[in-house]
């Protein structure tokens, strides 16, 4: 005969405790912003493993106007949007997920849900590292309310033939995404439609293709922009006036761009960054002949090296058309073996009168303590009556070698009695 199998114990309720509807009816009863202080303080997967919170949060959303929806990778991104999305009868103003594998397949039906929900104002869209890229769904081109967009790693598809443009869009970022052949004509589309857009980042902006064509940035009321690529995509400036800072790193030009033309179009700038900058011997020239000069420039920041002739004497270039430069900062890189000697004679041929007039501050970062530098930097403080910091760096320890260079420049001649020097290295500073 089997043996019996024992009786299963009872599970005695415990009078005291509210049963779940309640429990949510007394969370709802709170005030609106007790209820959202409690939800606040929660993890949204922690809130909904109790029936009276859930009842809680999902009410809320019903009753929200709005919300923003931002989560990270993983299995949690794509059930946190899943579980929102539905949910939410509100507008969605700022959706800002991180894409994997799985969510990424998911991608098309959450943007054509959030088209429904009265328009986006926030749109943030990027995969992790390693990353894959996704393709945008072209019913954000429809999203009117937005004001800023960031997307990375992803292609984007053409414009439809209704495109009206983003009448409220004030940042624009780009980074590694593709456009299909002809997207310069895209970006120019975008960017012209886009009458307050005040942010323009474009790094790593491939656009197919073979055909090199010139395009043009408009925007009456941009601010900031940030140019990075390793190739020339035919980037040119028009009606920038309100531009205040740029940032270009480009790493070639195409044979016969108009190299004046290019740096024209930031002459309303305030503070410059040219990185990895590439100056042809030609380029040089147009910009000595070029008729502009950079009244507003106020800060400038090169990346360059003193081993040839071109990129020195360029920077003389920058330095007779700024003249109301205060701050001047080069950051040296791949420049360990002086190929030409630009010796004091050569330099000080460079100089003009009202050159550095109103130049306070020069940082040298990354030197090797080359004569190209030393006769550069002793110039600068034989010449800049208003100069008050020269501070310089260097990427190694400090050997006893370069104390000599030091003290020349410590007892040089300075036309500014306020001038200090700053060394940043294992010798401490003078």
């Not at 922009?225 to 020339?232: A, F, H, L, R, V």
């Not at 002949?289 to 081993?307: A, G, I, R, V």
Request: net charge neutral; with cysteine; aromatic share 8%.
């Amino acid at each position: 005969m089997a043996p019996r199998r024992p009786p299963k114990k009872r599970r005695i309720r415990d009078a005291t405790a509210a049963p779940p509807r309640a429990a949510s009816d007394a969370l709802l009863s709170l005030p609106p912003e007790v209820l959202d202080e409690i939800l606040a303080r929660l993890d949204l997967r922690d809130a909904v493993r109790t029936c009276a919170l859930c009842r809680a949060w999902s009410r809320r959303w019903e009753s929200l106007p709005s919300i923003d929806i931002y989560t990270r990778i993983g299995q949690q991104s794509l059930w946190t949007v899943d579980c929102v999305l539905p949910r939410c009868s509100g507008r969605v103003r700022r959706f800002d997920v991180s894409l994997d594998e799985l969510s990424a397949r998911r991608l098309d039906d959450w943007l054509l849900v959030l088209s429904r929900r009265g328009g986006v104002e926030d749109l943030e869209l990027s995969p992790p590292f390693p990353y894959k890229f996704f393709t945008l769904h072209s019913t954000v081109f429809s999203w009117r309310r937005l004001v800023s967009i960031d997307l990375f790693a992803c292609d984007i598809p053409p414009l439809p033939p209704d495109f009206e443009g983003f009448p409220n869009l004030k940042v624009l970022s780009l980074g590694n995404v593709r456009l299909q052949q002809n997207g310069e004509y895209q970006l120019e589309e975008i960017i012209e439609t886009s009458p307050l857009l005040e942010q323009l980042i474009l790094c790593e902006v491939c656009i197919l293709g073979d055909d090199f064509i010139e395009w043009e940035i408009r925007a009456t009321n941009l601010q900031h922009i940030t140019i990075c690529s390793n190739i020339d995509y035919g980037w040119n400036f028009a009606e920038l006036r309100c531009l205040n800072s740029a940032v270009i790193d480009l790493w070639e030009y195409v044979g016969g761009r108009n190299f004046a033309k290019f740096l024209a179009g930031l002459v309303q700038v305030r503070k410059l960054r040219l990185c990895s900058f590439y100056a042809p011997v030609n380029g040089i020239k147009i910009l000595e002949t070029l008729p502009c000069t950079f009244d507003n420039l106020k800060s400038l920041k090169l990346f360059m090296h003193f081993c040839e002739l071109p990129p020195i004497l360029l920077v003389f270039c920058f330095l007779r058309r700024a003249p109301n430069l205060q701050k001047l900062k080069i950051r040296i890189y791949d420049g360990k073996e002086q190929k030409i000697e630009a010796n004091g004679e050569l330099l000080n041929a460079q100089w003009t009168d009202g050159m550095c007039a109103n130049l306070q501050i020069l940082e040298m970062t990354g030197i090797n303590w080359l004569p190209n530098e030393m006769s550069f930097m002793k110039l600068i403080l034989s010449k800049a009556k208003l100069l008050h910091t020269l501070s310089i760096s260097h990427d190694d320890d400090c050997s006893l070698s370069h104390v000599d260079s030091l003290n020349e420049l410590v007892t040089c001649g300075r036309a500014s009695a306020q001038a200090q020097i700053l060394f940043h290295g294992a010798a401490g500073s003078y």
